[in-house]
T-cell receptor, first 115, second 117 residues
């Protein structure tokens, strides 16, 4: 079975400060990890993914995430947050051994960047 | 990146009627699409996996006869909510799997708000 946990329902950060959104996962095989962002009343936008290779993955809009196998984590980071980064962020995982290519999503973390 | 289009974005229907939502992959072919349901301030709940040319695979607890899924071509999947009731009101999101040499990425549509009155 595959699962994802986003321990924080909401993260508040001042504009210009670093932003971190936490994600931990559980899979039986190797993980394929994804981050998506959702703005109000919109679908999900793909930010970045980790399949294999470098543990530090760079994605859209200045976001990056670090895959840590020993801690089973894939935290999303941005060095300097913008007010426009305020949105709902979802971490997702797929176990390479799982059939069907189904993603399992975390509960989501709401990010609020204050001016 | 790859683009997935959903239509309609908003739909209001009367209780007891059926409504169809379309999901299209605009610039790639998708043998696999997914349909999700999202309640306010909650995560996405996978309803079913739509497979081109074959029957959809439904998640446990999802009524097959109520949520009809048809994946008629490599770029189109449709979700039909039959005999809709107010409790079916929700945000429905589709996604399509984009296959590349570096692995698969799943792209999402913009979602469709269904309100049943």
């Amino acid at each position: 079975a595959q699962s994802v946990a986003q321990p924080e329902d909401q993260v508040n950060v001042a504009e210009g400060n670093p932003l971190t959104v936490k994600c931990t996962y559980s899979v039986s095989g190797n993980p394929y990890l994804f981050w998506y962002v959702q703005y109000p009343n919109r679908g999900l936008q793909f930010l970045l993914k980790y399949i294999t290779g470098d543990n530090l993955v760079k994605g859209s809009y200045g976001f990056e995430a670090e895959f840590n196998k020993s801690q089973t984590s894939f935290h999303l980071k941005k060095p300097s947050a913008l007010v426009s980064d305020s949105a709902l962020y979802f971490c997702a995982v797929r176990d390479e051994k799982a059939a069907g290519n189904k993603l399992t999503f975390g509960g989501g973390t709401r990010v609020l960047v204050k001016p | 990146g790859a683009v997935v289009s959903q239509h309609p974005s908003w739909v209001i229907c009367k209780s007891g009627t059926s409504v169809k939502i379309e999901c299209r992959s605009l610039d790639f072919q998708a043998t696999t699409m997914f349909w999700y349901r999202q309640f306010p301030k909650q995560s996405l709940m996978l309803m079913a996996t739509s497979n081109e040319g074959s029957k959809a695979t439904y998640e446990q607890g999802v009524e097959k006869d109520k949520f009809l899924i048809n994946h008629a071509s490599l770029t189109l999947s449709t979700l039909t909510v039959t005999s809709a009731h107010p409790e079916d009101s929700s945000f429905y999101i589709c996604s399509a799997m984009f296959q590349t040499n570096s692995g698969n990425t799943i792209y999402f549509g913009e979602g469709s708000w269904l309100t049943v009155v």
